[in-house]
């Protein structure tokens, strides 16, 4: 299974934050087959 | 010093752990009170009339090595929760505050007079640590609810082996009795080995060889004992023997940093109690308490180091919470066992989230997450050694496999998700704390956490010729997170206490 895609920022006093980053579906296109 | 934990409060049990102490100071009151009454005279004093006795009060001073110590923190904190990691080898007691203490039989013999005063019914209430010339010193404090110092025979016997006593209690099957004649009490009658006692009165003894008088004298034989028979390992010390480390704000204890200037360190743990004296009958021992009753616990503490910066005026000032760790460490117990520390999340399901320190070793221990219910995306956030899982708002996006990667993403961490499942606050309500992170080689540890406490006022004061010093009394305070006010871990080589 692919790995989860995640976001790491680290805040100014030292915090590090690993936010999960979610894969939003493309919306269906007009014309497609379902 | 020899002592024994009690199954059944105040009733003794033969003692088999032997300690040295310093000095003890327990006092025995056989207390009387006075009767003055107008009665055709000027005198005050008419008659005195026995009193209650007891609690018997006093301290015991000793230095802290770390098998005996146990003992006395049982006694004092409560039953510890045990980890064995190698039995008999490497074992971990961890004391917090508890609400029932255990009661222990304490003998101390009568330096060179061959019998002990057995005290049962021990409560050990106070302890105190501090360093005396390096050493850790610990003074105890203990209210013994019952004493054995003597008993009086009351009953002419010269065979047999029934053996009258006007006190039993205290006596127990195996103890050897000395009978002494009451009129030269340093000539020994009888040494008599007892059997349980059958009631307050009598005593089943072994053949009764000698005549015995109504008022002789028995007390209870000391065992003979050889500087061998103590099971002991060397005291603990503080410079070049401990750290001290400090943590501010909330889960302190997740941000320890260790302090290079400590020059002093004292805790003090105090339970309050009560002693009750009823009516329960005519027996010498129905003078002393019946029982005695637990009241509050408090915590105390003191450092005491060279002023370097305003930086403890500053949490004085703000009252923030700081969290304190003395931590003594002894001798090498069990070589090439580094282990890292792991903790495991719980799901609403089957699955979990086992995270696991990077580093091998004791340090890891001091890792905890807290799993809190977010507004928005799933994230981990790691300040200090504290992780907060803060959870997504659509409970699918809280997959284990998905909170052991953002958890895995952080530093000095790393975690693996088993079967399925969605994490939740409500499956972590409290504060999980990673355990089992082992030093390659592993020492004898007295390990004392405060996690949240207060400064009493302190100032810094200037004198002629002199060191600016900060010299702080603290209070502990219950840790809401944590759920006490002090934590002891202790490890040694002892399985249980």
Partial sequence: ?34 | MRVKKEATAGVALATDTLVEFLTESIAVNWDWTQVGAVAGSRSLNLRAVKDVVGPFVGSIELYVEPKTAGHFLCGVFGEDAHTTATAGVSELSVFTPKDVLPTYTVDIARAGCGYVNRFFGVRFVKAVLSIDGNKLKMVVDVAAQRVFTNARVTAAVGSGTTLSLDQTSGIVAGDSLLVLDKDAPGTTLATLTASAPSDENTVTVSTIAASLEVGDIAVIAAAVIDDEDYARSKELTFVGGASVSFGKGRDAMQRLVARTNCEQFEVTVDNGYKAVHAGTGINVVDRMPSTILLKGVGVTAKVGQLHANPELVDVLRSTDPIGIRARFQGQVLEANVAAAATATLASGSTGTVVVTAEAAGEDGNDYAIRVVQGTGTLSAALSGKLITVTLDTDTADNAVALVASVIDGLTGVSATSTSTGNVTAAANPDKVSLAGGRAASEREMLEIDLPSCVFAPFTPNVGADDVLMDTIDLTAQRDPDDGREARVRLRNSVASY
Avoid: H, N, S, Y
């Fill in chain 1, 1 to 34: 299974m692919a790995q989860p895609k995640t976001k790491k920022t680290v805040l100014p006093d030292g915090t590090e934050v690993v936010e999960l980053v979610k894969e939003v579906a493309p919306a269906p296109k007009q014309g497609d087959i379902k």
